[in-house]
């Protein structure tokens, strides 16, 4: 049962920000973790019998060893997208992402894992340049192995799952959108709520409005970033 929350408060200046993106990278780590447990995705078995000897690769050990197989995702993996971003544009944004949130990220990640998993994890928080490196080269491998196939059919299906939120944001209004989003998501006021089963935050957007994430690969509920900012609750599809 959902018994947490996160809020997004919004001011004016939020609501006339809240916009759409697309995100290869969210897509990513969750086809890792739909290979990791295919069992819980059989709507994406089709796919899944179409890989060969992938998750027997050191780049997708690599990518799975930090993603796991539920709940928390590191940040610097999923981060909001900058509208309609290309799978190119998203390397690019992880080789930038500096020592220090690398370290913080996965530094959760060790408080969520264990035995040999936990020492790789620590060992990648030792040497964030060397680590940052190899998980840039694992993400671009992994890529063309998992998504790169069958991205432009997944990029249909977002972009029509965008268009269809637009069109109901415009003939009913944000909040009545909003309400098609997920099952765990309200919009009430000036605030966006979202039901987590072992989360809780209150995030004030502070003007930088509210970023939504359709997805084809998330396969559960609809998920937030830990550390928010500018604020986007991913929905999955």
């Known amino acids: 049962m959902d018994r947490k929350a996160v809020e997004f408060r919004l001011g004016s200046a939020d609501?006339?920000?809240?916009?759409?993106?697309?995100?290869?990278?969210?897509?990513?780590?969750?086809?890792?973790?739909?290979?990791?447990?295919?069992?819980?995705?059989?709507?994406?078995?089709?796919?899944?019998?179409?890989?060969?000897?992938?998750?027997?690769?050191?780049?997708?050990?690599?990518?799975?060893?930090?993603?796991?197989?539920?709940?928390?995702?590191?940040?610097?993996?999923?981060?909001?997208?900058?509208?309609?971003?290309?799978?190119?544009?998203?390397?690019?944004?992880?080789?930038?992402?500096?020592?220090?949130?690398?370290?913080?990220?996965?530094?959760?990640?060790?408080?969520?894992?264990?035995?040999?998993?936990?020492?790789?994890?620590?060992?990648?928080?030792?040497?964030?340049?060397?680590?940052?490196?190899?998980?840039?080269?694992?993400?671009?491998?992994?890529?063309?192995?998992?998504?790169?196939?069958?991205?432009?059919?997944?990029l249909r299906l977002l972009r029509a799952d965008i268009a269809v939120r637009a069109r109901r944001s415009s003939d009913a209004g944000l909040a009545e959108m909003a309400a098609t989003l997920h099952s765990t998501v309200t919009w009430q006021d000036d605030v966006v709520r979202v039901r987590l089963p072992h989360y809780a935050n209150t995030v004030d957007c502070g003007g930088t409005g509210l970023v939504l994430v359709p997805s084809v690969m998330a396969t559960r509920r609809c998920s937030v970033p830990r550390d928010p900012g500018p604020a986007h609750p991913d929905t999955a599809r």
């Open 15 to 154: 609501i006339t920000a809240v916009r759409f993106g697309v995100s290869p990278g969210y897509e990513l780590v969750h086809a890792v973790r739909v290979v990791l447990r295919p069992q819980v995705a059989p709507l994406h078995w089709g796919w899944f019998r179409t890989l060969r000897d992938e998750p027997a690769s050191a780049a997708f050990r690599l990518l799975a060893t930090i993603s796991g197989v539920e709940g928390y995702l590191p940040d610097f993996l999923t981060s909001a997208p900058s509208g309609d971003m290309t799978p190119e544009e998203e390397l690019d944004r992880l080789r930038q992402v500096p020592d220090d949130q690398l370290r913080y990220d996965l530094g959760k990640m060790v408080l969520r894992s264990s035995g040999a998993r936990q020492h790789e994890i620590r060992d990648l928080i030792a040497h964030p340049a060397r680590a940052r490196s190899a998980i840039v080269e694992a993400w671009q491998q992994v890529w063309e192995t998992l998504l790169a196939p069958v991205w432009p059919q997944m």
